[in-house]
């Protein structure tokens, strides 16, 4: 079941991506429901240190992957990304730029609003 579409500050989520389409749900917002176990509700601007990061970590985001009609991203996209990731970013020195507009609420569950603005792009 998919959540309401609500950003963190309480109103309409506004759309993350449509070059590239992002979104758990591929619907260029940071939508979340019962079914997102990764929890896709923080959307970023995403930068050299973060995807390098990602790749360490296991998650190449930047290599197209012509299978899964994924292009690969490059610093300045925005993507949703995974709210634990994120913070796992944060605690490395290297978190992305967050579109507050544009984060599900239901980030904040595991990240705090003061920590967001902190990275308001």
Not at 30 to 46: A, F, I, S, W, Y
Not at 69 to 82: M, N, R, S, V, Y
Request: glycine content about 6%; overall charge negative.
């Amino acid at each position: 079941m998919k959540f309401e579409s609500v950003n963190v500050f309480g109103q309409p989520l506004t759309p993350c991506s449509a070059t590239p389409v992002t979104g758990f749900y591929r619907d260029c917002c940071c939508n979340t429901g019962d079914e997102d176990k990764g929890m896709h509700t923080v959307c970023v601007k995403l930068t050299k240190e973060f995807l390098a990061f990602s790749k360490a970590a296991g998650n190449d985001l930047s290599t197209p992957r012509e299978e899964f009609h994924f292009p690969g991203l490059k610093p300045g996209d925005q993507w949703c990304l995974c709210a634990g990731r994120w913070l796992e970013a944060y605690k490395n020195d290297c978190a992305p730029k967050v579109v507050l507009e544009s984060t599900h609420e239901e980030t904040l569950a595991i990240i705090p609003l003061t920590l967001l603005k902190e990275f308001a792009f």
